[in-house]
């Protein structure tokens, strides 16, 4: 008998493993598409797991899935040659997570034989790996319909004709090989490939920059906002969202994204299944409108490259300054437009002749002013630095300055910045929040 309310998550499942982070401890715990999968039992829906597992994982992947809402765990195949272990650098995705899949290379997957029969389910999310996801086609029911998310493993959306026709909703991160390939730049193309499928919607997840929800039948887009707080652990976020959203779907896409959004913005926040699932149940009672009438921080993909960042820090080359880079790397990685006064303009000598001070301040100052906002990083107490931060204050320029030794923190850099703090992953909130308002008073 078909199953057509249950959502069928079909992918690998994983190790997640997250190193010792400062002021944090080490995180061990199943991750792929179990992530996913507390999502939806989070979220009180209904849902199977087909998936291809290490053969050490199978009975403690299904008793952990069963005890969270799993209705039926379906193994397709064994991974065989490498644990499927994730090593995660970063795990609240500042900059680049640093994800390393142990013996990646050695991996293999070999499917059962035969395949067990799909054909019960009609709603059905594919996680593509390192599987051949086309040799499931046949198991499942000409009624069923496909959601991909396409994170890794997928070189083209053309990999996936075999689905055109059947495929509901195509969604991307902005973080994933295929949108750095085929989307980085514009998205038109990257939206014409996807409509050879002939999907309902696509939507795309821009981190920190909230969603955009694309209706391929009508041509609309919904914006679907983020709602930034302190971020716990970005691991499998992606994933919640577009369960929950295919979920949700006999709502119409838009409720859909919207519940999607709320349940990952809870997954983002905690670790601890029993408090994502009081969280999400309590969001959940939220109308759509209210949810629109709460706003939140859009500050799409695209857009933010019409704005300049100046970097205000000792961004000199015989200075020792991790933090300094550490910021570039986070802020180029979520494309903004970083302006590094130092390289544009040049290093001065040690010591500068009174005429190369002279023209340095001029240019400094002249790029200074046409930035929307400065970033600071005033290590060692840098005086530049705390100058150019009071500048930017008269002149009206929003400030984020990322303090990471807590040197700075007196009155007038404290009150006078947007956002003050020795967390990176709090000004890049802010840094966010600041583009995303100008990005509104311009349009």
Known sequence: MANTDAVLIVGEIVVDYTVPQQGAECKLRLGGIVHAARGLWAAGLEYSVATFCPQYLVDQASHYLAAHGC???ICLGDVVGAPNVIIIGDPTEVSHQGYEDLLRDDKKIVPRDPLPSLESYHKVIVFPGKFDVGVLLDRFSP????????AYDVDSIASLQAFSGRTQAIILSTSSPLFSRRGHEN????????RTLSPDVFLL??????SRLFDLRDGSVEEIPAQLGKTVNSVGVGDVYSAVM????????IEAAWRGCQAATAYSQTTYPDD?????????NLSVQTLRALGGTTLPWHDRQRFSLYLAGPDFSYVAKAELDRAVDSLTYHNFRVRRPIQENGELARPASRAELIRTYHKD??????CDVVFAV??????GTLVEIGMAIALGKPVITYDPRNENNNTMVVVGSSVYSADLDECLNGTFEALARLRTKST
């Not at 997840?205 to 909230?210: M, V």
């Not at 994502?276 to 959940?284: A, K």
């Not at 100052?365 to 046409?370: A, D, N, T, V």
């Open 378 to 383: 005033p290590l060692d107490r840098d005086p």
């Open 246 to 253: 295919l979920g949700y779907s006999g709502r119409g896409w």
């Open 205 to 210: 997840k821009e981190n920190r920059g909230g």
């Open 276 to 284: 994502l699932r009081r969280d999400v149940q309590r969001g959940l």
């Open 143 to 150: 009624n069923a319909k496909f959601t991909f998310d396409v």
């Open 71 to 73: 209705k039926e765990f």
């Open 365 to 370: 100052y002249q790029l200074l002013e046409e």
């Open 187 to 194: 998205i038109d193309a990257l939206i014409a490939e996807i």
